[in-house]
């Protein structure tokens, strides 16, 4: 019998065309995210799941889902999965690591240059009609050449934003929650790996992306803000609560830094009170993965990583792999 499997929103067709090759697959019909008793109700009656970073994978979850044989995470952020419950439940569970790398650095880059120059508060003087033609003093932005570039998690996709900065000649430099130097940035860029608070102080742009840890939850709060230069930039397409969000607004409001570029947030799809209305925040709808390639990649992975669970073998994005040793 082909086992069936149940996708939690429609995601690019290239993957559910794999999946169906091999099992019946139904997609939730309704583009919106899966209310619980919904999500509940498929963990009982599927026999794999792909679902999305706004499905909480808890023990509730893997309590419903008595024959499940696998859960695969169309993201590659996995802070939604309770790991140690589905490993404890000898469910294995997947992420799509490396297919969205680039297109999430370059979603920094695209924060970088809007925030810095001003690109979305000038583009609403267009639209309004008020520009009253050329200004000395007026949008003037900050700087990206020969800057300092902060990351916060030198992963792949800090690994690849980082690289990107070589046509802006910045100097780079790194923190590293493992204590580990990166040899790929040490060696093409010359980075330094530096403790927290000396990154907080040097930086002139900080991007962040580290996954969202109990280490990591709120790591930029107003102590961290109040050591950052007042004409740094921050710019996050990692984990909104990496954020404590109120802080961020209180910065941005009294001048402790110059701007920051959002893609995510603490309480999705809410923005703290207050973030909507400051120029210098530039906001982005979760987009960082949000290209036909990224989005196509994550989608057909997915749906490998789901086929083998399906059929008892390790996926290749595997996030307790230990199950298969
Ligand atoms: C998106 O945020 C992802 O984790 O893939
Ligand atoms: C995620 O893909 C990371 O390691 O940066």
Redesign the pocket.
């Known amino acids: 019998e082909r086992p069936k499997v149940f996708i939690t929103r429609q995601i690019p067709q290239e993957g559910i065309d794999l999946l169906q090759r091999v099992a019946d697959v139904d997609v939730n019909p309704v583009d919106a995210p899966l209310p619980k008793s919904k999500l509940l109700e498929a963990a009982a009656k599927y026999d794999g799941i792909i679902g999305l970073l706004t499905d909480k994978i808890d023990s509730e979850f893997f309590e419903a889902g008595t024959n499940l044989k696998g859960y695969a995470n169309y993201a ?2 996995f802070d939604n999965i309770d790991v140690a419950e589905a490993t404890r439940r000898k469910v294995p569970v997947s992420n799509t ?2 297919v ?2 680039d297109a ?1 650095a370059e979603c920094a880059w695209a924060l970088i240059f809007a925030v810095a120059r001003r690109v979305v508060e000038s583009d609403k003087v267009m639209r309004s009609g008020k520009w009253d033609g050329w200004g000395p003093m007026q949008f003037i932005g900050g700087d990206i050449m020969g800057k300092t570039l902060g990351i916060v ?8 934003m980082a690289l990107m900065s070589r046509g802006f000649g910045m100097k780079v430099i790194y923190t590293s929650s493992s204590g580990r130097r990166n040899g790929v940035l040490d060696a093409e860029l010359h980075a330094e790996l530096v403790p927290f608070e000396e990154l907080l102080k040097r930086s002139d742009f900080i991007s962040l ?3 969202l840890t109990p280490d990591t939850k709120h790591l930029f709060d107003s102590s961290a803000f109040s050591l950052m230069k007042d004409t740094a930039y921050i710019v996050n397409t ?1 984990r909104g609560p990496v954020i404590n969000e109120a802080d961020l607004v209180t910065a941005l409001k009294t001048g402790q830094i110059a701007g920051a570029g959002l893609d995510v947030y603490e309480k999705e799809p809410a923005m703290a009170p207050g973030l909507a209305g400051l120029d210098n925040a530039v906001v982005l709808p979760h987009i960082g993965s949000a290209t036909v390639s990224s989005r196509t990649n994550m989608s057909t992975l997915a749906a490998r990583n789901l086929i083998a669970m399906l059929r008892g073998k390790k996926p290749e994005t595997c996030l307790n792999p230990e199950l298969f040793d």
């Open positions: 590659v952020g690591p490396g969205l790398t999430t998690g030198a992963g792949r996709i800090g690994t690849a992306h580290t996954p990692a």
